[in-house]
Structure formats: C-alpha cells, structure tokens
C-alpha cells in the first residue's frame, strides 16, 4: 500500500464517517470474511423501553417495579435506564439503595427498604440459586418477541420479572444484506439470551447466532474463529466489547459507545450504525484494488 492512497482513503473515510486508526486497519479490512456484531446498540437502537413488570406469587406491581428501579439507578447498563425512566413515566418514586453491586454480563444486587435485592438474567438467578422454571413459559412467550427478561429477587425469593424491547435500527436491515452481498458471513454476538437472540438475529438474516456470551466469551470467539482461518472483524459499542475489538484482526467501534471501545479499534464509526460499516468495507476494497 503507498502511503499516499491510503492517506486519501483516511482523508474519505473521515468524510464518511469512518475514522481509521491506521494503513494496517484498512488493508485488513478489505480482506475479512467473518464479521461478528455485538446486539444491543449495534444491532438495535440501544435505547431499550421497559414493556412488561409481572408479579408472581401475590407480589404488587408497583412495589416490584419500584424496588426493580431503585436497584438499576447504581448501574450505568442501557437496560438500567430502560427500568428507571419506565418506572418514572409510571410516576414511580424511587428508593435508596445500598451494597449496590454490579456483575457483568448477569445483572446488579443491592438492598432498598430493609430487603435485599437482585435482578438478572438466568445466569445470575443460577448463581443465587433460584428456581425459574414456575415462570418459565411466560418468559419463553416475551422472548419469542424479540424482548429481554430480567427476574426480580427479594429476600432471596422470586417475586416476578420485568421485560423490555430494544428496536431495530431503521438502517440494520439493508446494511446487513449489504454485507451479506459483499460476502461477509455475519455472527451475532450477545450476552443476552438464545430465544430473544435468535427472534432478532432470524428477523435480519444473520448466520449465526452465539447468545449467553459474557465479554470473555466475545474475545474467545474471536480467537476461535481466527484459529480456524477466518479474518474476522468485530463490531460493539460497549466497555463489554473492548477484549474483543483488541483481539479481532479489525475492530470496529461503534462511535456513539464507550471511549474504551474506541481506543481498541481499527475503524470507529462517529455515527454508530451499520451502514458505515458497509462505507468503510468498500473503501478498504477500492483502495486496495487501486494499490494492487
Ligand atoms: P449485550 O452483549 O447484549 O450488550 P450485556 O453483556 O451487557 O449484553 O448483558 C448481558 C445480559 O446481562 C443482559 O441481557 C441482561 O440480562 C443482564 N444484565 C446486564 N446488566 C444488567 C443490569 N444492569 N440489570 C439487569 N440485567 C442486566
Ligand atoms: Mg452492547
């Protein structure tokens, strides 16, 4: 590659949003064929809304939502503040919260109105060792739609879950089918789960869905399928996705995420959506042609 071609694709990628980190990013990018996206806010919106808070066993749904609130106002998580603004629109007060602790990937603990507090996914109620199955097919039926449960714990007890949708990006769809054209096979990668996973991944035509991935899981991916020989890009947004973009032979930062994300990747994207990545790949492309 002569310094001057790439300088020009730096020089276009900026104009089209594109940053590129380095000659190196670009002229591996034109020669991936696996590109693994991270689902929630690359994917969707990013901007989850709470849909459903159900009590079971004779719990109150407004205390539940409130306690479920008050807990997520420790965490900084996209599916937090979908919690907190659908408990505040529902003029919910919200409570105190202390021993507030966060685990990665699973979900947050903490105590509010002399109870403890946990809310999560299926991982973290592993964890706690609490039962699911008594709600499971109510879960089942939320998922299918594409929606992300969260169980509610209070002293030690399941009490209900709440649920929330995180909507498509308008530009998702066609960009994926762009990719696909370019004939990139595409993974989703998330650390949600396998039935809300595969109801968003089967509505784009994405290949191949790896659900229930904490941010090591992301990394390890990326090793395995570059063991294998693939080239492989990783697209995320988040602190979470930062181990992943670093070990991906390009990283792609989704610029409206995290400043970790940015510092390891190959390419950011100032407006985060999928459409720059389509920009970028036929940049790298026709550089490299015009160089070869
Ligand atoms: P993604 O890979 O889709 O960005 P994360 O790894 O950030 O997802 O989170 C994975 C899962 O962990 C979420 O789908 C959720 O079930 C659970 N989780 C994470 N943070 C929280 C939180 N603050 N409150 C409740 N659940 C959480
Ligand atoms: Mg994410």
Redesign the pocket.
Known sequence: ATPMSIMIATGRGAQEGVLIKDAEALERFARVDTLIV????TLTEGKPRLTDVVPVGGAEEMRLLKLAASL?RG?E?P??EA?VSGAQERGVDLGEVTDFE?R?????RGKAEGVSLA???AA?MDDLGIDITPVADQVRSLRDAGK?V?FVVIDERLEGFVAVADRIKQTTAAAIKALHDNGLKIIM?????ERTARAVATSLGIDEVRAD???EGKKALVDELRAKGAVVAMAGD?V?DAPALAAADVGIAMGTGADVAMESAGLTLVKGDLNGIVRARRLAMATMRNIR
Do not use: C, F, Q
């Open positions: 991270d689902k929630t806010g997520e965490s998580h599916l937090a919690i966060a990665t990937g699973k979900g947050v809310l999560g996914n973290m992300t969260m990668a998330t650390g949600d789960n991935v904490l941010p988040g979470n």
